[in-house]
């Protein structure tokens, strides 16, 4: 999260928006938002119906696993990596993605 | 003022918050040369002058935030050592450097749970800028274990760098300051060879 929020101004550029889901409660993303010094929205999803979604909610468990996902302005989803987030192939990607935009 | 060109969505699930942290150990490959000045040319994107031989290199394998540093075990019990390192990506997100230094310090040493006296903070001149420095010392009172570190921030483009050593010692034990001066000289001669990624995008 502390990668995504240094890297803001970045997608800024790349005209891309930058979410964070989880299955904490509201108060509890607050404070570790806050501690964090993080600006963007963080959701909070305690159902966990957006993990079934993605399919990133291991059976059994209470929290969801550690997805990127790059959706793109038509719902598309055009990028998935699971684990740490990978910024510069994220970066690159956005790059990718804001100039076929771009195109005619 | 209405945004033109395309919007991307970005949703980033995550739910183990504190995992993925950096892991270091010593390395068997070393992707570095000596220059004939006698200076380490890393990658072909620092130059920096190296330790002594006593000092071992560490590496982060994949990922993380040290790209690399240097560790010596020091005489005494445990946890007599000395670690420092080139740090890409510190702790925190801010620019400015009085900002960043207040989150570093939220996260630095975190699991060592230790307080941090702040012994020195001035504004220095580093990798061609304007940087800060600031030195520290935390303690355990429960293991009787003490730490001083100094922890230098200065700019690569945009984006905030940093290098920090840190030096444990028995609460009874002395710090040895010959290690800082091998740290000051590092990072004194640390230079970046080329731009960085986010310079380039």
């Not at chain 1, 299955?23 to 999803?45: A, E, Q």
């Not at chain 1, 959706?71 to 804001?98: A, C, E, H, M, W």
């Not at chain 2, 992707?31 to 130059?47: A, C, H, K, M, N």
Request: proline content about 6%; overall charge positive.
């Amino acid at each position: 999260m502390e990668g995504h929020q240094r890297n803001l101004s970045l997608y800024e550029r790349f005209n891309a928006r930058v979410l964070g889901v989880s299955r904490d409660d509201v108060t509890t993303l607050k404070y570790w938002g806050n501690g964090l010094g993080i600006t963007f929205p963080l959701l909070s999803n305690i159902t966990g119906f957006l993990g079934a979604y993605f399919d990133i909610q291991p059976e059994g468990k209470p929290i969801f696993g550690r997805r990127t996902v790059i959706i793109d302005k038509t719902g598309i989803i055009r990028y998935v990596r699971d684990g740490s987030p990978d910024f510069k192939d994220i970066l690159l990607f956005l790059k990718k993605l804001n100039q076929e935009g771009g195109k005619p | 003022m209405k945004r033109k060109g395309l919007m991307i969505l970005c949703s980033i699930l995550v739910a183990v918050w504190l995992s993925g942290c950096a892991t270091m150990e010593a390395s068997k490959k070393v992707p570095y040369r000596l220059s004939p000045q006698g200076t380490v040319i890393w990658e072909d994107e620092f130059e920096f002058m190296p330790p002594p031989p006593n000092w071992k290199l560490l590496r982060v394998e994949e990922g993380g935030d040290i790209n690399f540093g240097f560790m010596r075990e020091d005489p005494g019990p445990f946890p007599s050592a000395t670690v420092f390192a080139y740090d890409e990506e510190p702790f925190g997100c801010s620019t400015k450097f009085e900002d960043r230094e207040k989150e570093f310090f939220k996260r630095f040493l975190f699991n060592a749970i230790v307080q941090f006296q702040i012994l020195e903070k001035r504004k220095i001149q580093v990798l061609g800028g304007e940087g800060l420095e600031v030195v520290v010392e935390g303690k355990d009172p429960v293991k009787k274990e003490k730490v001083r570190a100094k922890v230098v921030f200065g700019k690569r483009g945009e984006r905030v760098v940093g290098f920090y050593i840190t030096q444990w010692r028995p609460m009874d034990g002395s710090y040895d300051l010959s290690a800082f001066e091998v740290f000051d000289k590092f990072v004194k001669s640390f230079k970046f060879l080329k731009k960085s990624f986010y310079e380039t995008l």
